[in-house]
């Protein structure tokens, strides 16, 4: 008997009959005509969206992960490297945005209007999907929900990672659901799907080993040759296309990391003492993205005791994590409850921005497109129920899929960028559920129809636990606008913004913080001053000590900046930046009763210890020795700090400031920074 794919019959053949049981036969002209309405309501919906998201002050001017995209994208469209070790973040979507900006220049308006093209592909994907499995009607309705959700609308319109994954995921589900064997082609190509997936977001390789199960669901057991074969086909093709930025990585840093070093950093965010579970900071580092890793970094080495490579701080703190689990597990277990419930809650978790503040704010079009996740995750549950057992062995890759994803980001932390990879699913499964409701009050079975009202009903309050509207007028979306507004010099603006947020919550540190810096930013210092020491008694954790010690040094006040410096130095002991700076204070400043050379030394070699190629580190530990005349010394760690230098504009612009610098050495001559 021949073994071919047409002919084997799967260990149970009603799977195979289970996988479309509701579809219809074939694709029909009105068919066609049902994807095409939701192909072009999607895309209008996303091109208003974008037109109107124009206003917003962070069109133009991205923050946090976006603006890390766009620099990052400059940087391969000027063929720069931004990263010359390891990747720090996976590097897929700066690739393409990167790509677009060598051909078209810097932009943000064609970036967008294409994730809106993908966006709307997503949703035909899904309504590809859901037509193979639940037939014409509930296509139709997940179609459609898919095309005006409002959060897929919302990350549509952002430059983030979330439009591709989702595009990439769907089309790899579609490619292993379309038919009821798939060949060859079909799991190789699907395997380069999610391969490319997770060079975009990488705790999508959690699916892959889930999906690589399905060819055992279609062809048992019994046909090992078959599912092994498709199995293996899958894996390898997610492999090769993942292993060219692995080679790369081992290159370039030295190490076998398989895509990207922040896994253990995102890790312990989420898996702390004082982790909440859905805040994306670590306690202690600078809210900015490059601050962030840098302080993270020096943390993990200072609690070594040595240099660590990338790979090695990941594991630090992959470690860190996990000690914390063990050591409290009572603890750990109530965070990831917290985390699971607030997965499946109906609350948007802010990051980077607030969905429910800038949609209302920037874009009217969102308050015509009311279906949010709680809405939607209630019908999913009857659309799972009404499955059944025989029906959902046969819809494995969907429930399969979307349970690995919930894992990846649980394990985490939870926030609403994060989980939108598994709201395709979830749709799906609402569309069904509430088409099977109708058709249950068609059919007249009312038992079954109240009992699916009352799991809607029961399930509705246990989703709806936070106060969203509050969330509308938070203080902390007021300062975003304020400091975006800031860095396009409206300031008269971002004071108003800024004034709101510390109307509506005067003990706000951030909002104090960022009313100093647009004090500065207009050279009024004494106001700036003021609102920057209001914010570090307010909260001494923030960021704020080095730019107080600068406006204070500007005003010839050294010694209150010496103290500054060292307060913050206290407060976060990880930002090496603070150790460079009051060194630098002690080792070249004007004011002879402020220097000192020796304590200047001393706070550069321990800031040297946790991070011992800091260019800036090595350039104040030379000017801290040519203070004490230790002029041989100071030429030599001069050299070394050139010696780590590259060559892009602001490296040479160093370079030439650390060459005048040895040229003095040279001359036995310590430097004054006046």
């Known amino acids: 008997m021949s073994t071919s794919a047409t002919q084997i019959e799967p260990v149970d053949s009603d799977v195979s009959n289970e996988i479309g049981a509701e579809e219809t036969t074939g694709w029909s002209g009105l068919d066609w005509m049902l994807l095409s309405a939701v192909l072009l309501i999607a895309l209008v919906v996303r091109l208003v969206y974008n037109h109107q998201l124009q206003a917003s002050p962070f069109f133009s001017h991205p923050s946090i992960d976006a603006k890390l995209h766009v620099d990052w994208a400059t940087a391969i469209a000027e063929g720069r490297s931004l990263f010359d070790g390891v990747y720090p973040r996976a590097p897929l979507y700066p690739w393409l945005l990167g790509i677009l900006f060598s051909i078209i220049g810097v932009d943000y308006e064609v970036p967008r209007m294409l994730a809106a093209v993908m966006g709307a592909g997503s949703c035909g994907l899904l309504f590809a999907v859901a037509h193979r499995y639940f037939g014409r009607s509930v296509a139709a309705l997940a179609g459609v929900l898919a095309a005006t959700y409002w959060v897929l609308v919302f990350f549509d319109g952002e430059l983030l990672v979330e439009p591709l994954s ?77 292993l060219p930025v692995t080679i790369r990585n081992y290159v370039k840093g030295g190490e076998a990391v398989l895509i990207a070093s922040n896994g253990g950093f995102n890790f ?84 980077p921005y607030n969905l429910y503040f800038f949609t209302d704010k920037y874009t009217p079009i969102v308050r015509f497109l009311p279906v949010g996740f709680g809405m939607m995750v209630p019908f999913a549950l009857i659309g799972v129920v009404l499955s059944g057992k025989r029906k959902l062995v046969g819809q494995f890759p969907l429930w399969g899929y979307g349970f690995a994803y919930m894992v990846g980001v649980v394990a ?73 507004l800031g860095e396009q010099k409206n300031f008269e603006a971002a004071e108003g913004a800024c004034r709101t947020a510390i109307e509506l919550e005067p003990e706000l540190a951030l909002a104090h913080e960022i009313m100093g810096e647009l004090k500065l930013a207009q050279s009024n210092r004494r106001l700036g001053i003021r609102s920057l020491r209001r914010a570090l008694e307010l909260d001494a954790n923030r960021p704020a000590y080095a730019m107080l010690a600068e406006a204070l040094i500007a005003t010839g006040r050294y010694a209150e900046a010496k103290r500054v410096y060292q307060d913050g130095i206290e407060a976060l002991p990880g930002q090496i930046e603070l150790r460079f700076r009051l060194a630098w204070l002690l080792a070249t400043s004007t004011n002879a009763r402020v220097r000192d050379g020796n304590a200047a030394l001393k706070i550069a070699e321990e800031g040297l210890k946790s991070k011992a190629d800091s260019v800036a580190l090595l350039d104040a530990k030379a000017a801290a020795l040519a203070e004490l005349g230790r002029f041989d010394e100071a030429i030599e760690a001069a050299n070394q700090a050139l010696g780590l230098l590259g060559k892009s504009r602001n490296e040479l612009s160093l370079r030439r400031a650390i060459g005048s610098r040895i040229r003095s050495y040279e001359s036995g001559k310590p430097y004054r920074d006046h």
């Open 166 to 242: 989702v595009f990439l995921n769907l089309l790899g589900l579609w490619l292993v659901v379309r038919v009821d064997r798939p060949g060859y082609f079909a799991w190789a190509f699907a395997g380069v799907c999610f391969g490319l997936s997770a060079l975009n977001r990488p705790n999508v390789l959690l699916v892959v080993p889930v999906l690589a199960c399905w060819p055992i669901v279609i062809y048992g057991l019994k046909q090992p040759k078959d599912w092994i074969a498709r199995a293996a086909t899958f894996g390898v093709a997610c492999g090769l296309t993942i």
């Open 268 to 351: 312990y965010i989420g898996n702390n003492p004082q982790s909440d579970g859905l805040m994306a900071l670590l306690p202690g580092v600078r809210p900015d993205w490059w601050g962030g890793m840098e302080d993270a970094a020096a943390i993990a080495q200072s609690n070594m005791g040595r240099q660590l490579s990338a790979g090695e701080v990941s594991r630090f703190y992959y470690r860190a994590g996990l000690r914390f689990m063990f050591d409290h597990p009572g603890q750990a277990i109530r965070l990831m409850l917290h985390k699971l419930r607030y997965f499946w809650n109906d609350v948007e978790v802010p990051n």
């Open 412 to 484: 985490f932390f939870v926030t609403s960028r994060f989980r939108l990879p598994i709201v395709p699913i979830v749709i799906l499964y609402a569309a069904y559920g509430f088409v099977g409701l109708l058709r249950l009050m068609a059919d007249r079975k009312w038992a079954a129809s109240i009992g699916c009202v009352l799991m809607v009903g029961l399930a509705w309050p246990l989703l709806h636990t936070e106060d969203i509207a509050g969330l509308k007028d938070h203080a902390v979306s007021h300062c975003k606008v304020a400091r975006a």
